[in-house]
């Protein structure tokens, strides 16, 4: 780390800051974040569930509708990364626009191990 950088504002390994323009996602954010907040609320709630030593069954009921939230909220980021990154790369150079295709195919493929 520089000394200019400190651990709050360094980015996380595999983070790509690109202070230039906004994300692809920026229009739609607020919606993003009520999506990942309603997330969260479910994630503390199977915490409570395991907590009261609730179902296993309905425990994994409640595992996958997360799962599936977050997944829905994925795929939207890859579009608004796709439609929005890829393409304003895409527009600047074709080496530019190759390094967006892979590093967009790296985050699905991430996505589709997970």
């Known amino acids: 780390m ?3 950088t400190t651990p709050a504002t360094a980015a ?3 983070v ?3 202070p230039q323009a906004p994300h ?3 229009p739609a954010k607020d919606d993003y974040l009520k999506r990942l907040r309603r ?3 479910q ?3 199977i915490a409570r569930m395991v907590d009261e030593d609730t179902y296993c069954i309905d425990v994994l ?3 996958s509708a997360v799962t599936k939230a977050l997944q829905a909220v994925s795929i939207g980021l890859v ?3 796709l439609a929005h990154c890829v393409v304003d790369a895409a527009r600047q150079s074709p080496d530019a626009g190759a390094a967006k295709v892979r590093e967009a195919a790296d985050a699905i493929a991430r996505l589709v191990r997970s």
């Open 16 to 18: 790509h800051e690109h």
């Open 43 to 45: 994630v503390r709630g």
């Open 2 to 4: 520089s000394e200019t």
């Open 79 to 81: 579009e608004d990364h």
């Open 39 to 41: 997330i969260e609320g």
């Open 12 to 14: 996380a390994p595999g």
């Open 61 to 63: 009921t409640q595992i």
């Open 24 to 26: 692809g996602y920026t």
